[in-house]
């Protein structure tokens, strides 16, 4: 089986490039407002902090107007990553297909991004909730149809996240795989002890899925300055190549 990989919905290579472009520059308003305000920004009622934050939209597209040869994808989703499907969204209200498809792409990415983060002064959720939380809007917020690929294309656990499993193992995430995307192929860095293991061990989920053991229990961090998941990510894969 063939392990989960990104969607391409038939765009081609020079598509793709431009759209992570206006991926890369979806929030450079965000970004100018918080490094000129810093903790400036004024807090002196809700309305006002909201209304800075959502003018980022248009900060973004007039800043990147400044910059020669910006793909016209670019200014797409820059635009419209805060639209909804219901036409909740700002700044322009779009309602279903008024959005272009690339600005419901970034719709998704950018919430998922938001809520497996650290937002002020709350703390991120592992991504299997916050997809949860994204799919229970149910078409009201986000593009069903979009959402379903989204989980396919990174799984509900998606690679490099660090979980802990039901016996107190640390492991990060290696591979997906369609249709059993609770079931990831896993890189167990500590053992239940919370012993580092001297060799990383792989296991497939899906082999030891009636194992209780081995169920992944919980997304978790590892504070040790010596853990590095993308270390623990690759330690196998170079032996494999």
């Known amino acids: 089986e063939t392990p989960v990989s990104p969607v391409p919905m038939g765009f081609d290579k020079e598509t793709m490039v431009k759209v992570g472009i206006g991926g890369m520059l979806h929030d450079i308003g965000l970004s100018t407002i918080l490094t ?9 009622n809700g309305q006002e902090y909201s209304m800075l934050m959502k003018s980022h939209v248009k900060l973004g597209l007039e800043l990147i107007k400044k910059i020669p040869d910006i793909p016209l994808e670019a200014f797409t989703i820059i635009g419209q990553h805060h639209e909804r499907n219901d036409g909740t969204g700002y700044p322009n209200g779009l309602v279903g297909d ?8 970034a719709q998704i990415v950018d919430e998922f991004d938001r809520l497996t ?8 959720i592992s991504p299997k909730e916050a997809l949860k939380k994204i799919l229970e809007q149910g078409g009201k917020g986000f593009d069903t149809g979009l959402v379903q690929m989204f989980i396919k294309a990174i799984g509900i656990y998606p690679v490099g996240t660090t979980v802990e499993l039901k016996n107190s193992s640390i492991a990060v995430v290696a ?14 860095v500590y053992d239940s002890s919370g012993k580092r293991n001297e060799r990383v061990k792989q296991i497939d989920l899906r082999v030891e899925k009636g194992a209780s053991e081995f169920q992944i229990k919980r997304v978790t961090k590892v504070k ?16 494999a190549e």
Do not use: C, W
């Not at 000129?36 to 002196?44: A, C, E, S």
């Not at 983060?117 to 991120?124: A, Q, V």
């Not at 249709?179 to 167990?188: E, S, W």
């Open 36 to 44: 000129k305000n810093g903790t400036d920004i004024p807090r002196v």
């Open 224 to 239: 040790s300055r010596s853990f590095d998941p993308m270390d623990a990510l690759m330690a196998l894969r170079a032996n």
């Open 98 to 105: 008024e959005t272009h498809i690339l600005g419901k792409m």
């Open 117 to 124: 983060s650290k937002i002020e002064d709350e703390y991120p």
């Open 175 to 188: 591979e997906n795989y369609p249709g059993t995307l609770l079931q990831p192929v896993i890189n167990v």
